[in-house]
């Protein structure tokens, strides 16, 4: 099997930068779980630490680092709580509430890097099947809606180095089409 051409030394070097001197932050490789930690009186940048090295668990905490403020990033994990796996029909309902603008980020950010993207409903031992299918649509629809808009600075300026590096043409809508 070929090497993928997404490492996860690559997002790193990508990610830092183009926000370690802008936002003090930096990507850095993590554990199993994956957490954001602001600065400190031990540590003086923020950090996103992703999960075990996959290039997707760190397009996924970049995203939703994309979608806190200012405040939020002062916040260890921008003051959220996680919903453990093996949620209900209603808590999983709320959960994806909160996920479509990340995941719409992470989907842009992946186009950009010519990385696949997969919807993640994240409730893998719960008592009911989650509809993919329906929240993949609300994420897309998300998606257009932004790019009719307009990217947000940090996801256009890291959606802009990431095509920069790995040679991928402007957005275009078509590019988000579910086949």
Excluded at 165 to 177: A, C, D, G, R, W
Aim: include cysteine.
């Amino acid at each position: 099997m070929p090497e993928s051409r997404h490492q996860y030394p690559d997002i790193i070097r990508i990610f830092n930068q183009t926000f370690s001197g802008s936002y003090n932050t930096q990507l850095e490789l993590g554990g199993d779980e994956p957490i954001y930690l602001p600065a400190d009186e031990k540590i003086a940048h923020h950090r996103i630490l992703f999960a075990r090295g996959f290039y997707a668990s760190a397009m996924h905490e970049i995203a939703h680092w994309c979608v806190a403020g200012p405040k939020r990033r002062l916040l260890e994990d921008f003051g959220y709580w996680y919903e453990p796996d093996g949620r209900t029909e209603q808590v999983q309902a709320e959960f994806e509430k909160v996920e479509v603008r990340p995941q719409a980020y992470e989907w842009i950010l992946s186009v950009s890097a010519g990385f696949p993207f997969t919807v993640s409903c994240d409730n893998l031992h719960g008592d009911f099947e989650p509809d993919r299918l329906t929240f993949m649509a609300t994420v897309q629809a998300e998606v257009l809606s932004i790019l009719q808009q307009g990217l947000p600075l940090r996801v256009k300026m890291l959606s802009d180095a990431l095509r920069d590096v790995y040679q991928i043409p402007e957005l275009h809508p078509t590019q988000f089409i579910v086949k």
